[in-house]
C-alpha cells in the first residue's frame, strides 16, 4: 500500500477504492472537458441502417473519435493530470501500447503544465511514428521499451538488444521509472477503477443525449481491450438497469488476437512483468 501511494495519484487511490455512488467532476476538469470538445456528439448511422437493411433497427454512435488526439483515453487523462498537478506533482510517467493512451495522457499533462515521460512497447515505437512526433510535439520525452533508462529494461535488453517490448514490460519500467524521483507519478490508461470512473463521462452523455433524441437502446456494444472504453459507455446504463429504470443488453467485442474475456485463466496476477505492482483478480 505504501509503495502505490507513492507511485499512484492520492485522489485516484481513492476513487479506486471508492464505494461512492457518485463521485463529483472538479469545475476546473469540467471546463477542460470542454476545451476538449465535450460533449461530444451522437450520430445516428442512417446510411447504415439502409445498407444492412434491417427494417426499425436504428443505430446511434458515440463520437469519442472527435477527441484532441482522436480517442476516449482524454477523457481520463484530463482528471488525472489535473489531481496530478493538484497534488504538486510534476512528472506523469505511463506506459503505451499502440500509443493511443501516451498521446491522450502527453496533451492532457500540457494543458495543466506538467512534463510526460511515455515507455512505448518498441515494436510499435519503431511503427507508429506520427504519434510519436505529437507526443514529443506536446513535449513529452518518449522511450522505446524496453529502455536503457531501468535496471529491467537494460537486464532485458542486454539479452536481446532489438527486443520488441511489451505492455508488461513498459509498466515494469514506468513504475521503477517513477521511484527514482519523488515528483514522478505513474498514470494508467485503462483497466482501473479509476480509469473505468472518468470513462463513465460517455456513457453518462449518451443517457441524456436518447433522452433528447426521444429514445433508448435495447443493446450498448463496446470494444474491449482493458475495458475502459467499454465501461465508459455501459457501466451508467448498468446501473439503470440494476436500479430497474431500463431495461437493456450490453455487448463486449474483442479482438480474437487477445481475447482475454474468453480465454485464458481467472485468477490473481501482477499487472506488469517485474511483478511491481500489487496481484490483482484477472
Ligand atoms: C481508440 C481506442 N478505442 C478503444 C480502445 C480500447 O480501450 P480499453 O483498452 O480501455 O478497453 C483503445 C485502447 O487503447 C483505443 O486506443
Known amino acids: 500500500m505504501e509503495a502505490l501511494k507513492r507511485r499512484m495519484v492520492g ?29 461530444r456528439p451522437l450520430y445516428r448511422a442512417k446510411r447504415l441502417e439502409q445498407k444492412l437493411g434491417l427494417g426499425k433497427v436504428r443505430i446511434y454512435y458515440k463520437r469519442e473519435d472527435l477527441s484532441p488526439t482522436g480517442s476516449h483515453k482524454v477523457n481520463t487523462a484530463i482528471p488525472q493530470a489535473y489531481y496530478a498537478a493538484k497534488e504538486g506533482k510534476k512528472t506523469l510517467v505511463t506506459e503505451t501500447g499502440a500509443g493511443q493512451w501516451g498521446t491522450a495522457l502527453t496533451y492532457a499533462s500540457s494543458l495543466l503544465g506538467l512534463k510526460t515521460v511515455v515507455f512505448w512497447v518498441r515494436a510499435v515505437y519503431d511503427w507508429k511514428t506520427e504519434r510519436k512526433y505529437l507526443m514529443q510535439m506536446y513535449g513529452a520525452k518518449v522511450y522505446a521499451s524496453p529502455s536503457d533508462q531501468t535496471a529491467f529494461g537494460r537486464k532485458l535488453l542486454e539479452v536481446d538488444s532489438k527486443h520488441p517490448g511489451s505492455l508488461g514490460i513498459a509498466v ?26 472518468h470513462q463513465s463521462i460517455i456513457g453518462l452523455e449518451c443517457i441524456k443525449q436518447f433522452e433528447k433524441a426521444d429514445d433508448s437502446p435495447d443493446l450498448v456494444i463496446g470494444c474491449f481491450g482493458g475495458g475502459s ?54
Open 11 to 39: 485522489e485516484c487511490l481513492r476513487q479506486e477504492m471508492s464505494t461512492s455512488r457518485w463521485i463529483d467532476i472538479p469545475e476546473e476538469v469540467m471546463e477542460l472537458y470542454v476545451h476538449a470538445g465535450r460533449p
Open 229 to 282: 472504453n467499454f465501461g465508459g459507455v455501459a457501466l451508467p446504463f448498468m446501473g439503470e438497469v440494476l436500479q430497474k429504470k431500463r431495461e437493456c443488453e450490453f455487448l463486449a467485442a474483442q479482438s480474437e488476437a487477445a481475447p482475454n474475456l474468453v480465454r485464458g485463466e481467472y485468477r490473481y496476477d501482477f499487472g506488469d512483468t517485474a511483478g511491481h505492482t500489487p496481484l490483482m483478480m484477472m
Open 172 to 197: 515494469s519500467e514506468g513504475l521503477e521509472y517513477t521511484d527514482l524521483a519523488a515528483d514522478r507519478v505513474y498514470c494508467l490508461g485503462s483497466v482501473l477503477n479509476h480509469v473505468l470512473i
